[in-house]
């Protein structure tokens, strides 16, 4: 790795961490500057615009996702263990991994509604999370961890609803049981899909 990719990749980690916390929005190449102690010019070399910067801070935080959620909970075991792998490195990851929380969650709110590029990537990242996690739970099926007939988009969409409320719970409700509630809900949520015996 060069010099200039190991730079980019420094402003780029300063720019999701500022980014967790003032939004993508409030994310421009003048605050990122003045955050990293750069010149705006030597950013804006880099960058180009504000999209350009806010659509490389979304790919490389969803490559520091992956490397820390994916990749790993990959690695355990097919079917129930791995989806717990999954649950428990995500929820890890949307509390710990910026200081503003999960920049997916706060950008996804931000952009929901405001068409254009930056909105595009969200909802391919997203979406792409999502059919992540209806693969491993299909394994989970194939393994008999999980009902045969168990509806695969479904089980990720409440697994997604777990996740934002733990996030919204811990980081603006402050509630010291966040974690034990998402927990609960997630051991309610695999106990509906495994197999009646």
């Not at 739970?137 to 733990?166: K, M, N, T």
């Not at 809900?185 to 015996?197: I, K």
Request: aromatic content about 8%.
């Amino acid at each position: 790795m060069t010099k200039g990719e190991e730079t980019r990749l420094a402003v780029l980690d300063d720019a999701a961490a500022l980014a967790s916390r003032l939004g993508l929005g409030g994310l421009t190449i003048g605050t990122l500057a003045t955050e990293a102690r750069l010149s705006k010019s030597g950013l804006f070399a880099h960058f180009g615009s504000k999209e350009s910067l806010q659509l490389q801070v979304i790919e490389h935080t969803e490559a520091q996702f992956v490397a820390a959620v994916l990749r790993p909970a990959l690695a355990a075991p097919r079917g129930e263990p791995r989806v717990r792998a999954l649950y428990e490195r995500w929820v890890t990851w949307s509390s710990e991994a910026l200081p503003g929380g999960c920049l997916f969650v706060a950008a996804g709110a931000e952009f929901d509604d405001r068409p254009g590029p930056v909105r595009d990537r969200l909802a391919r990242q997203q979406q792409g999370w999502r059919d992540s996690i209806a693969q491993v739970f299909r394994a989970g099926v194939a393994e008999g961890h999980f009902a045969a007939d168990a509806d695969a988009e479904q089980f990720a969409h409440e697994l997604v609803g777990i996740v934002l409320s733990y996030h919204q719970a811990t980081r603006l409700l402050l509630d010291p049981k966040a974690r034990t509630r998402a927990d609960r809900a997630f051991e309610n949520l695999l106990a509906s899909r495994r197999p009646v015996t």
